[in-house]
């Protein structure tokens, strides 16, 4: 079993497993904000005898940042991130071919969730397990924030049939993956920003 990550960071966004690794770590955050706030309300009453004293309003605003971590523990309780039977049936295929795991993408009207996602030469491959994954909807939310980020003329395709993806992956020019695209290196930073 691997341990919790101390620290969160975008450098582990696209990893296998990374929204099971961030629920525990979200959890086990949101355990301490609030039992910092508990102590400190116990202490504040067994120092005082009352509920009336400073420890107590520390304890209040105390509440707030543990209050901000139980919304991310929500968010990510909501998504199941790459299976393991899919992950294995991509392992072969990305060994040489980096990718994306476990993305969900965020925007005011919908949440996108990715289980894997391919860059190179300016096209963006993905697959979801989620069957009602609006595919128009990402393209136009993407795009709009590579544009916003400087990359223009991206392909943006997402499929639901693992099948088709992986023979997809194949038909790729490996020569995309060797050379050096600052163009990809844009869009997996702007797609890892706009990530939970």
Known sequence: MKLIRLFSSDDYKGEHNYIRNQRRYEIARTVIYFGISAFVFVLGIIYTKTRMNLLTLVAVLGCLPACKSLVSVIMFCRFKGC?????????PYIDKNTGLFDMVFTSYDKNYETSHILVADKTILGLTENASFDENGFKKH??????????????????????????????????SFVKENPADDRIIKTLKAVSL
């Open 83 to 91: 299976s393991e039977e899919l992950y294995e049936r991509l392992k």
């Open 142 to 175: 993407i795009s709009a924030r590579l544009s916003a980020d400087g990359v223009k003329d991206e392909v943006i395709k997402i499929f639901k049939d693992t099948d088709k993806y992986i023979e997809r992956i194949k038909n790729i020019d490996a020569d």
